[in-house]
């Protein structure tokens, strides 16, 4: 079956610019994840889904940052105004259960370089 | 102290030797522990998790899990050139909000 599948692989973008980044977890399941990795750091927590709620918006750097799955589903990531310290891979990661303390499942990560 | 915490490493291991990755953590009532491996411009990838004290094997992998010394490590045996990869430990953080929290990764290197 599928795995979780991010695009784009990559995007650059010019300071200032928006930007959205999409993640089509596995089919049916339930929680749905975005962290942030930096280059040689562990992966950092943005927010968490169940379902279509948003339980967990705690990891958002910034008020630039914004995530929605509005039918449970696709999630996509929105940054507004990118600055050079948003470069960096961002990772979505689905579930099959509601729990958020169970093994994640990670897609292979949007790469976002900030010129 | 950090939350999740590993040696950055790189270490380094002969090939079919065996390879000792360590990791502690913070939070005392922590429930969940899971090993990821990373290859280079890859995702993170399970192939661990454990929940109880003791020891877990699947393989050449065995997760080990001292709850009391807020310590987990995994062990790979007959490491192979294959495994060279940063592995990045992650346990839920029971305390505050149950959700997981990684370590910076281990980075490890079979010399064949």
């Known amino acids: 079956g599928a795995g979780v599948s991010q695009s784009p692989r990559y995007k650059v973008a010019k300071r200032g610019q928006d930007v959205a980044l999409r993640c089509d977890p596995i089919s049916g399941h339930v929680s749905l994840f975005w962290y942030q990795q930096a280059l040689g750091q562990g992966p950092e927590f943005l927010t968490y889904?169940?379902?279509?709620?948003?339980?967990?918006k705690s990891g958002l750097p910034s008020d630039r940052f914004f995530a929605e799955r509005p039918e449970g589903s696709v999630s996509t990531l929105k940054i507004q105004r990118t600055q050079q310290e948003d470069s960096a891979v961002y990772l979505c990661?689905?579930?099959?259960?509601?729990?958020?303390?169970?093994?994640?499942?990670f897609g292979n990560g949007t790469r976002l370089t900030v010129t | 102290q950090k939350e999740v915490e590993q040696n950055s490493g790189p270490l380094s291991v002969p090939e079919g030797a065996i390879a000792s990755l360590n990791c502690t953590y913070s939070?005392?009532?922590?429930?969940?522990f899971f090993w990821y491996r990373q290859y280079s411009g890859k995702s993170p990838e399970l192939i661990m998790f454990i929940y109880s004290n003791g020891d877990k094997e699947d393989g050449r992998f065995t997760a080990q899990l001292n709850k009391a010394s807020q310590y987990v490590s995994l062990l790979i045996r007959d490491s192979q050139p294959s495994d060279s990869a940063t592995y990045l430990c992650?346990?839920?953080?029971?305390?505050?909000?149950?959700?997981?929290?990684f370590g910076k990764g281990t980075r490890l290197h079979i010399l064949p």
């Open positions: 939070d005392r009532g922590s429930q969940s």
């Open positions: 990661a689905s579930s099959p259960t509601g729990q958020r303390n169970s093994p994640l499942h």
């Open positions: 992650a346990v839920n953080r029971v305390n505050r909000d149950d959700k997981i929290i």
């Open positions: 889904f169940q379902n279509e709620a948003q339980l967990d």
